[in-house]
């Protein structure tokens, strides 16, 4: 096996010359597609800027189906890619299988806890950065009807609307906020008609704020939303641009950093639970010259209060992954 | 007789083919500025230049040969079997319903009862359409393919609301009974002592599937009911003549295909992911009809189509990771093998049959 193996990076360093050292980083997006222009974007951005500022090179692989996960995964070990990021908690169980049987690679996993002494499990508070989407979402929504619209039908999008609707009825006690799904698979993740389908639902149900928390699905919340002239927020990257002035915010959650920090580690990676919060800059809401205009001096200065108030305890954002359930709802 | 040899009909026209497709991805490849050459070692390396990809090759293979043999045993009764793809994720759920619900404590017989629970679901979901066909004689392509999406629609419902473990967010079903994975061809090579495809996925499963390349050879050609499957096939009138009952052999042999395509669960699933998951097949039982085209509907000749597509398979997985060509056109290049092995099958065998009669005539002449 040794000498095959020799031959085999022999062959792959002469017949790929230019390509990639051995020690490289490696990235594997989740369904949805590496331009999503949200998750796994965001995971992307993260890759391109640790290459801008380390002139590094790494390997990248965008899943087609759910079947390929451990191939994907055993192939980037074997190739000597160190460390490995993940993209998305669908790859928790496929990696508690394979990270034993790597035990001098470095695995990093976004929004999952795989407990594996090799393996940097990633994990962010998305009910702080959704809570502050819903404070603004209850300073802008006139109709005391806002909406969420979630990707796949997971526990963890139901912790953003948890948050979302705590922090909507932190100021509209009374307020309403409707639900809606996109599917039960992963293909939810990348359905923007039916993203735009279930807007127009909401819309009609008077909703004038819509949270899109689904992955590709939310560029049709959003399209959706700014046709019916409404306000929309989006998710995971910074999506005020989509729609200038008609996108309230984006609740950004910073997997371009846990990327970033995950390669620029290298394999040197920490094992264990890491939490990206609101205090370290994980998850926040979005605010830049797209959006400038419609927050207002009151919204920012509400949304601080409740960015003091979490980060002293004050206020104690549920989530909804600790017993299933959501007392704002 | 007015044909050419066999050899070149079954060995000439698929390698003309093939090379023709050849050409036309290294167009394509040329057009968007990659190194076609870069790009066929990549594949020849990344799929046979290493225990490591024949492990991935023949793993893709064994899930051809039987979705292939599926298409051969149906077409042979003249029935164009589409519904390989749903056959195969339905086998996919009796397997995982078998190794999850029944106690088995070793896989030497999980391994049979898989293959009962994998053949019996394939077989069912054949049978309503092979029905539908033989007594309201609505189209079997229609039928079948329509059933692909019923199957992965069910096949979802039952992973999401059914199989799901509690407190799992991936649709996909608990892992199976440790004691029920299949070997690998790996560990079978390490017991005699040779290092060989380590970490590769393929399984036992692919010396079944040899098994049952020659099972069906001896269906089709040595048995009375694949005599009546093939006279079915060239003439349903003459058939009924000779006292073949239509309805029968169109079920039997449609529930023989639908048996066969459910098989290559125990491949995928039994063996290689060891839970069931969402688009399990992955095409395969797609793939299984240009196999079944390029292999002549012939067990020997699908057993060829298969390692090659296992290769396109391997090999296009391979251009993924190790070149910048994006995955879009890797699916490109798979197609154009399959459109000129399959579709376009007589535009390279007709000129060539010309050739090769052109040349008999004017040798005939010489002497």
Same mark, same amino acid.
């Given at each position: 096996?040794?000498?095959?193996?020799?031959?085999?990076?022999?062959?792959?360093?002469?017949?790929?010359?230019?390509?990639?050292?051995? %020690?490289?980083?490696?990235?594997?997006?989740?369904?949805?597609?590496?331009?999503?222009?949200?998750?796994?974007?965001?995971?992307?951005?993260?890759?391109?800027?640790?290459?801008?500022?380390?002139?590094?090179?790494?390997?990248?692989?965008?899943?087609?189906?759910?079947?390929?996960?451990?191939?994907?995964? @055993?192939?980037?070990?074997?190739?000597?890619?160190?460390?490995?990021?993940?993209?998305?908690? !669908?790859?928790?169980?496929?990696?508690?299988?394979?990270?034993?049987?790597?035990?001098?690679?470095?695995?990093?996993?976004?929004?999952?806890?795989?407990?594996?002494?090799?393996?940097?499990?990633?994990?962010?508070?998305?009910?702080?950065?959704?809570?502050?989407?819903?404070?603004? %979402?209850?300073?802008?929504?006139?109709?005391?009807?806002?909406?969420?619209?979630?990707?796949?039908?997971?526990?963890?999008?139901?912790?953003?609307?948890?948050?979302?609707?705590?922090?909507?009825?932190?100021?509209?006690?009374?307020?309403?906020?409707?639900?809606?799904?996109?599917?039960?698979?992963?293909?939810?993740?990348?359905?923007?008609?039916?993203?735009?389908?279930?807007?127009? =639902?909401?819309?009609?149900?008077?909703?004038?704020?819509?949270?899109? =928390?689904?992955?590709?699905?939310?560029?049709?919340? $959003?399209?959706?939303?700014?046709?019916?002239?409404? +306000?929309? *927020?989006?998710?995971?990257?910074?999506?005020?641009?989509?729609?200038?002035?008609?996108?309230?915010?984006?609740?950004?959650?910073?997997?371009?950093?846990?990327?970033?920090?995950?390669?620029?580690?290298?394999?040197?990676?920490?094992?264990?639970?890491?939490?990206?919060?609101?205090?370290?800059?994980?998850?926040?809401?979005?605010?830049?010259?797209?959006?400038?205009?419609?927050?207002?001096?009151?919204?920012?200065?509400?949304?601080?209060?409740?960015?003091?108030?979490?980060?002293?305890?004050?206020?104690?954002?549920?989530?909804?992954?600790?017993?299933?359930?959501?007392?704002?709802? | 007789?007015?044909?050419?040899?066999?050899?070149?009909?079954?060995?000439?026209?698929?390698?003309?083919?093939?090379?023709?497709?050849?050409? *036309?991805?290294?167009? &394509?490849?040329?057009?968007?500025?990659?190194?076609?050459?870069?790009?066929?070692?990549?594949?020849?390396?990344?799929? $046979?230049?290493?225990?490591?990809?024949?492990?991935?090759?023949?793993?893709?293979?064994?899930?051809?040969?039987?979705?292939?043999?599926?298409?051969?045993?149906?077409?042979?009764?003249?029935?164009?079997?589409?519904?390989?793809?749903?056959?195969?994720?339905?086998?996919?759920?009796?397997?995982?319903?078998?190794?999850?619900?029944?106690?088995?404590?070793?896989? %030497?017989?999980? +391994?049979?009862?898989?293959?009962?629970?994998?053949?019996?679901?394939?077989?069912?979901?054949?049978?309503?359409?092979?029905?539908?066909?033989?007594? @309201?004689?609505?189209?079997?392509? *229609?039928?079948?393919?329509?059933?692909?999406?019923? !199957?992965?629609?069910?096949?979802?419902?039952? $992973?999401?609301?059914? +199989?799901?473990?509690?407190?799992?967010?991936?649709? !996909?079903?608990? @892992?199976?009974?440790?004691?029920?994975?299949?070997?690998?061809?790996?560990?079978? !090579?390490?017991?005699?002592? *040779?290092?060989?495809? @380590?970490?590769?996925?393929?399984?036992?499963?692919?010396?079944?599937?040899?098994?049952?390349?020659?099972?069906?050879?001896?269906?089709?050609?040595?048995?009375?009911?694949?005599?009546?499957?093939?006279?079915?096939?060239?003439?349903?009138?003459?058939? &009924?003549?000779?006292?073949?009952?239509?309805?029968?052999?169109?079920?039997?042999?449609?529930?023989?295909?639908?048996?066969?395509?459910?098989?290559? =669960?125990?491949?995928?699933?039994?063996?290689?992911?060891?839970?069931?998951?969402?688009?399990?097949?992955?095409? =395969?039982?797609?793939?299984?009809?240009?196999?079944?085209?390029?292999?002549?509907?012939?067990?020997?000749?699908?057993?060829?189509?298969?390692?090659?597509?296992?290769? +396109?398979?391997?090999?296009?997985?391979?251009?993924?990771?190790?070149?910048?060509?994006?995955?879009?056109?890797?699916?490109?290049?798979?197609?154009?093998?399959?459109?000129?092995?399959?579709?376009?099958?007589?535009?390279?065998?007709?000129?060539?049959?010309?050739?090769?009669?052109?040349?008999?005539?004017?040798?005939?002449?010489?002497?």
């Amino acid at each position: 096996m040794s000498l095959k193996t020799s031959l085999l990076a022999g062959v792959a360093l002469t017949a790929f010359g230019a390509g990639a050292a051995l %020690a490289d980083p490696a990235l594997i997006y989740d369904l949805g597609g590496k331009f999503d222009k949200s998750f796994n974007e965001a995971a992307y951005m993260g890759a391109q800027r640790w290459v801008e500022e380390t002139g590094g090179t790494y390997r990248e692989l965008e899943m087609q189906s759910e079947a390929q996960r451990e191939q994907a995964l @055993r192939r980037l070990a074997e190739s000597g890619s160190n460390p490995i990021v993940m993209a998305g908690f !669908a790859f928790g169980d496929v990696l508690g299988q394979v990270a034993p049987d790597y035990p001098d690679t470095k695995f990093a996993i976004i929004d999952m806890v795989v407990d594996q002494p090799n393996v940097q499990s990633i994990v962010f508070t998305e009910e702080q950065g959704s809570y502050l989407a819903g404070v603004m %979402a209850g300073m802008a929504s006139e109709s005391g009807t806002v909406g969420f619209i979630g990707g796949m039908d997971i526990p963890l999008i139901h912790k953003f609307h948890c948050g979302f609707a705590q922090g909507f009825k932190s100021i509209q006690p009374e307020g309403n906020v409707l639900m809606n799904f996109t599917g039960t698979t992963p293909a939810a993740w990348n359905d923007p008609v039916r993203g735009g389908e279930l807007a127009r =639902a909401q819309i009609s149900q008077g909703a004038d704020v819509i949270y899109a =928390a689904a992955g590709g699905t939310g560029i049709g919340v $959003l399209q959706a939303a700014a046709d019916e002239g409404i +306000l929309s *927020i989006g998710v995971d990257s910074n999506q005020n641009a989509l729609h200038p002035g008609q996108v309230l915010t984006s609740m950004v959650k910073r997997v371009d950093n846990a990327v970033f920090e995950a390669f620029t580690a290298g394999t040197d990676l920490e094992p264990g639970i890491r939490v990206m919060d609101l205090a370290a800059g994980g998850v926040d809401v979005a605010i830049d010259e797209n959006n400038a205009e419609l927050v207002t001096d009151e919204m920012q200065a509400a949304v601080e209060e409740a960015r003091a108030a979490i980060a002293s305890g004050e206020v104690t954002v549920h989530d909804y992954m600790t017993d299933n359930t959501c007392p704002a709802s | 007789m007015d044909k050419m040899p066999k050899w070149a009909d079954v060995i000439l026209t698929p390698l003309i083919s093939l090379i023709l497709a050849m050409g *036309i991805s290294a167009l &394509v490849i040329l057009a968007i500025g990659e190194s076609p050459w870069t790009a066929l070692t990549t594949m020849v390396d990344g799929a $046979l230049g290493s225990s490591y990809g024949w492990g991935f090759t023949l793993y893709y293979a064994t899930n051809f040969i039987f979705t292939g043999l599926a298409v051969m045993v149906a077409y042979h009764a003249a029935l164009f079997n589409i519904g390989g793809e749903g056959q195969a994720a339905m086998g996919g759920l009796g397997v995982a319903l078998v190794l999850l619900y029944l106690p088995l404590p070793h896989w %030497a017989l999980a +391994l049979p009862v898989a293959m009962l629970g994998a053949a019996a679901f394939g077989a069912a979901w054949a049978f309503i359409p092979a029905w539908l066909q033989a007594k @309201r004689g609505s189209h079997i392509v *229609i039928t079948t393919i329509m059933f692909n999406f019923i !199957a992965a629609a069910v096949l979802s419902y039952v $992973l999401v609301n059914l +199989l799901r473990p509690v407190g799992s967010m991936d649709p !996909a079903s608990a @892992r199976f009974p440790a004691e029920t994975a299949l070997p690998r061809l790996s560990e079978l !090579a390490a017991w005699v002592g *040779i290092a060989w495809g @380590r970490n590769t996925p393929v399984n036992i499963t692919f010396l079944v599937a040899v098994l049952a390349c020659v099972l069906v050879w001896v269906l089709i050609w040595r048995t009375r009911l694949g005599y009546e499957i093939r006279a079915l096939g060239k003439s349903e009138r003459g058939a &009924v003549y000779a006292g073949i009952n239509p309805v029968r052999i169109t079920i039997v042999a449609m529930l023989i295909s639908g048996g066969l395509a459910g098989m290559m =669960a125990i491949n995928n699933v039994m063996g290689e992911s060891g839970r069931l998951v969402l688009n399990a097949v992955e095409g =395969a039982g797609f793939i299984g009809i240009a196999v079944a085209l390029m292999g002549r509907n012939h067990p020997f000749g699908i057993f060829l189509a298969a390692l090659l597509f296992g290769f +396109l398979y391997q090999g296009g997985g391979e251009l993924a990771l190790w070149t910048s060509i994006p995955r879009e056109l890797i699916v490109v290049i798979q197609a154009l093998v399959i459109l000129f092995t399959g579709a376009l099958d007589n535009m390279v065998r007709m000129p060539l049959e010309r050739l090769f009669l052109a040349l008999r005539r004017s040798g005939g002449q010489a002497r």
